[in-house]
């Protein structure tokens, strides 16, 4: 029998001289639902003798396509980057995270090593992530260096379960980005103690995140441990002035910094006298810098410009310096600005003179600043007094208004066996007669969910009836598909909803007990199913021990 030098094939995998070589099927518009669909990418991973990338970038792939796909995979422990953006458009949120899963099984199974790893444009929001989990926390990221994830709609949640997957075994990223995504102060706090652990960054991008000064002061805590960062992009969340001090406060420690991107963050005028400082003091040697639109007056302008121009070689050093969409003052200022910066200076191209001084412009950031960067949910939810008095002074005659109570609704409302007793023998088709009123779709469909797991919490037999008649009535609405998975995972406990007020009225052990009856039934969908049991054995830790116990009993609701 043969033998594996692994040492041998360490080397030949880290040869500079070896040719780069891979499958590149991006931009093909690929729609890819079967494992038949998925075949032609198969092959051409199969024929591959040394895949080192794999891009699938603006196809769509569904579960049993990937799962094709990841078989394929787990005869090359030689990739190394792995570019899967924008590749489930048109795909239910929830048939993402099977679909991430199996390609990272397949990746785990061969014993991959990526060092780059890229799933921006792809909108599957928090359930996304617990699909990457166990990619993440295995060996075949214990060197990646580039992850990307821009334009996901992570949301706070999703940021959360980044960061502790990311640090279960810390990694050494070099590059991260993440823009778009919603992470707010908490997601980017949650982030900040993972790059301080990593300390390894050289780029960070993390643009249009609705991040205010406590994520920003939180993010520049993380930045002193990471003294290799040369590329900085924060564009279009509130540094402001507090954000920018703790900012200034980091970069003595920022010696490679070379580009900064803090377009409308508003700075103003304090904001961008703490950089000019903290760039003065510490010559940094920035090649880029962009400050655009942050209403920063004249004379602070000024300030950055002579900050960051100490030199009479500094105009040859810097590229580009993005002032545009702030007070720059006449046609004096302008050129004494372009003097200084060179050819590299953006300025705006109309008259943006302003007649107020930096004095006012400072006073005016001294009053407000306790309110501009906090205070606004707060006032989005205040309701003017005079308003509220009226309100209050508003009563309604209800006097001969009764409510009517079916025996339908009752059950609905309290999922007794009393209840269910009251329907009779054809229980199933009362309720169905009872549902079919509804006609807004995503109404119609999670009534269907609720009445069917009402009455599977109560009766295994009533349960098994409703089933097909909850997807028979699903089948029948627009976009289906997605509002009877997200629908059905709220209803099991196995994602949250979004909507505070929902609350689980039905006994969960015997819904998991009807389901396991139904699952694998023609009549079921198999997409549903496999993200019915990815979900259902990603969460069997976190359910209740009676709920744990019937899905154990039952091996039919696992992956």
Not at 440 to 468: D, H, K, W
Request: with cysteine; glycine share 6%; hydrophobic share 40%.
């Amino acid at each position: 029998m043969a033998s594996f030098d692994l040492n041998s094939i360490s080397t030949a995998l880290s040869d500079p001289s070896r040719t780069i070589s891979g499958v590149d099927f991006s931009g093909k518009s690929l729609k890819l639902d079967t494992e038949k669909d998925a075949q032609p990418i198969v092959d051409a991973i199969n024929t591959c003798p040394d895949l080192h990338y794999l891009t699938l970038t603006g196809n769509t792939l569904g579960v049993a396509a990937a799962q094709a796909i990841a078989k394929a995979l787990e005869h090359h422990p030689e990739l190394k980057v792995a570019r899967f953006s924008d590749m489930f458009t048109g795909r239910m949120k929830t048939e993402i995270p099977p679909a991430l899963s199996a390609l990272g099984d397949g990746m785990i199974a061969a014993g991959a090593r990526l060092s780059v790893l890229d799933l921006s444009d792809n909108a599957f929001g928090p359930i996304g992530v617990e699909g990457l989990v166990k990619l993440l926390q295995s060996d075949v990221c214990d060197h990646l260096q580039e992850l990307r994830l821009n334009n996901n709609g992570l949301g706070i949640s999703g940021a959360r379960l980044l960061a502790k997957a990311l640090s279960t075994n810390p990694r050494k990223l070099k590059v991260f980005i993440a823009g778009r995504n919603r992470l707010e102060n908490e997601g980017s706090t949650a982030l900040a103690k993972v790059f301080q652990q990593m300390g390894t960054l050289e780029e960070l991008a993390m643009p249009q995140n609705g991040i205010y000064h406590v994520g920003i002061s939180a993010l520049s805590e993380a930045f002193k441990q990471n003294p290799r960062l040369a590329c900085l992009n924060l564009n279009d969340n509130t540094i402001g002035a507090k954000g920018a001090a703790a900012i200034a406060a980091a970069l003595p420690t920022l010696k490679n910094l070379k580009s900064i991107n803090f377009g409308d963050c508003l700075l103003k005028s304090k904001g961008a006298r703490a950089l000019a400082k903290a760039f003065k003091d510490n010559t940094a040697l920035l090649e880029s810098l962009d400050v655009s639109h942050n209403e920063i007056g004249r004379e602070a302008v000024m300030e950055l410009v002579d900050a960051i121009t100490p030199t009479q070689d500094s105009a040859s050093r810097l590229a580009r310096v993005v002032l545009a969409g702030n007070s720059l003052g006449g046609a004096a200022n302008k050129k004494t600005m372009r003097e200084r910066l060179g050819s590299c200076a953006e300025l705006s191209d109309g008259d943006d003179s302003d007649d107020a001084t930096d004095s006012d412009e400072e006073e005016e950031e001294e009053e407000s600043e306790d309110n501009s960067e906090d205070s606004a949910t707060e006032d989005a939810q205040h309701i003017d007094s005079s308003a509220a008095d009226i309100v209050k002074d508003i009563t309604l005659d209800t006097s001969g208004v009764e409510e009517v109570v079916t025996d339908v609704g009752r059950f609905l409302q309290e999922p007794t066996a009393a209840n269910l007793d009251r329907l009779g023998p054809n229980a199933a088709d009362v309720i169905d007669a009872h549902l079919q009123s509804i006609r807004e779709p995503s109404e119609l469909i999670q009534a269907y969910v609720e009445a069917t797991f009402c009455a599977a919490g109560v009766c295994n037999a009533l349960g098994r009836q409703m089933f097909p008649k909850l997807l028979t009535r699903a089948g029948q609405q627009h976009a289906a598909a997605w509002l009877l998975a997200n629908c059905m995972l709220k209803a099991l406990g196995l994602i949250k909803s979004e909507n505070k007020d929902y609350k689980i009225r039905w006994l969960l052990p015997g819904c998991f007990a009807a389901l396991a009856d139904v699952i694998e039934e023609p009549f079921f969908p198999a997409p549903l199913r496999d993200t019915l049991r990815f979900f259902i054995s990603s969460k069997l830790p976190t359910l209740a021990p009676d709920t744990r116990d019937v899905v154990e009993k039952h091996k039919v609701l696992q992956s």
